[in-house]
């Protein structure tokens, strides 16, 4: 049990939660316009595989970062084609698109690398860390040290702007004028219609906001936490993004402090693992890997009846005439 340090867990769900915030993010904008995005998984998975391929080749990772912003676009502007333009089911487009990118994300890597659809390590192609100026003049300080150089100090850039999106999407969402149209969008389109906002168009830039946050997640899991791409790397942080919504009832502070959590307990699960727990002894590697997904399910049945969510969410806008 001494072997468990909370330290270390917080270091690692700061290090995590970039992945789950930018895709909440993300899911927000499409959410609160009216557009259920399943899609989220295949959007970071798809750009994580760009970002690994164009890092690797031009060993920059800003030019990674830039390709899975517009790999995560393209799907986002196929799903708004499909639910907008075509008024087609919002849920059956978003599992197509996860199903899609899933297989043709392994094919091309095998196509490309040879190596059972991974890539090479970066290497070069990856961000450093930044440290906040004097930290090493502190690094002796009790607990002050430790916060500035690893919790708060130590990190990539794309940490702090995750951080940083933060407060930024809540002041877009509630305080500007596409923040009001995309509410009324996604609450009443008829009534948003006929104050003449063009209901489509608003759902189209809600996706591409959301596919740019998206890309920005799937940058961050390929190009920082790993290094690579691997075959399927998102293992469910899209959905985990999408229960951090309901968690946070489409809100964007609640919604990060969602992601958070989820988090916080998939670093517990990495240090759980090994670690012998009075009476119980040793945890069974695989029960600790469903940690996480416990929390989901726990979390749905807890907060689906108290979450409130947009009025118009999965119904397709008809223009009356």
Known sequence: MDDIQLSSILVAMVRSAPVLIFAALGGLFAERSGIVDISLEGKILGSAFASACVSYATQNPWFGVLAGIAVSCLLALLHGYVCI????????????????????????????????????????????VLNIPGTQALADVPLLGWLLRQLIGGHTVLVYLAFLAVPLVHWVVNHTRFGLRLRAVGDNPHAADTAGINVGRTRFLALLVGGVLCGLSGAYLA???????????????????????????????????????????????????????????????????????????????????????????????????
């Open 223 to 321: 190009i920082v936490q790993t290094g690579f791409f691997l075959s399927d790397m998102s293992a469910g942080n899209g959905f985990l993004a999408l229960a951090a919504l309901v968690f946070g009832s489409w809100r964007a502070v609640h919604t990060t402090l969602g992601c958070l959590m989820f988090a916080f307990f998939s670093a517990l699960q990495i240090q759980l693992e090994g670690v012998v727990l009075p009476v119980i002894g040793k945890v069974p590697g695989s029960l600790i890997q469903m940690i996480p997904y416990i929390v989901t399910v726990i979390i749905l049945a807890g907060f689906m009846a108290k979450s409130v969510a947009p009025k118009a969410i999965g119904v397709p806008f008809i223009k009356s005439r």
């Open 85 to 128: 333009r075509q008024r087609g089911n919002q849920l059956v487009s978003g599992m197509a698109i996860n199903i899609a990118v899933s297989g043709l994300t392994f094919v091309l890597a095998q196509f490309f690398f040879q190596q059972g659809g991974r890539s090479p390590s970066l290497d070069e192609g990856r961000f450093g």
